[in-house]
């Protein structure tokens, strides 16, 4: 996903324009949030292995729809067949996006999957408030990397890993050729010790957005979309 020979400014540059049309799609989808907060159902996944079985059959289930266009031009938009999922156990919170295309794209280039949620006080860009970003990797679990957080007054994510070596969220996702969709799963602490975390009690509300883009070998966004945001609550 990232070239072996751009310097590292030129990486940084990239990966800050990626985060700036991300923060930007996921802004736009916060207007659209439902205004009665559904309940998120209790269900726990005792293994993500990128493909949305029957673990998601009582998870909230809400069928969307992603916008996306090319990063290089004003070129008009497109749309696919989105569905996400949504439960919580004791200690985790759970989401799982499927995401329908027919474009197929090159060895070259990833496809990746962008989860936003809130930290529970339903205040946007606010520290504690997370963006996953999971790419679509045959089916192989991820444990670091995955985590950026917001520093306070600041609409720009940070990897987690620049702030501590404590790595909560864990995803994976793959192409799914019998349903012909990407797929993706994620899960993170309920209740986490870090600050930088998410951390929902029973009965708070969050918002839960999720979005994609694909990226070139050196990173650059080729293409990105959004799905409108949910506000839900957690199940007691």
Known sequence: M???HPSGLRKRCVVGIAFILMTILMAQTVVWARDLPEEIPYGSCDRLDGVI???WDN???KQTTITYQRTSCSC?????????YVQHDDANLYVAVSIRTSYIHSS???FRAFFFIDNGDNTLWHVGDNIVIVPANDGVLLESGLDYYY??????PVEKATLDEQQDASGVGRWNPSTGSFEFELSLPLQSADPQDVAVAAGSPVIVAAGFDVVDPYAK?????KAPSFTLVVSP
Request: glycine letters at 6%; hydrophobic letters at 20%; aromatic letters at 10%.
């Open 2 to 4: 990232v070239s072996n």
């Open 59 to 61: 998870a909230l289930n």
């Open 53 to 55: 079985g029957t673990e």
């Open 221 to 225: 966004s080729l293409y990105y979309g």
């Open 151 to 156: 520093p306070a007054d600041s609409r720009t």
């Open 108 to 110: 070259r280039e990833t």
């Open 76 to 84: 008009s938009t497109s749309y696919l067949p989105t569905r996400l």
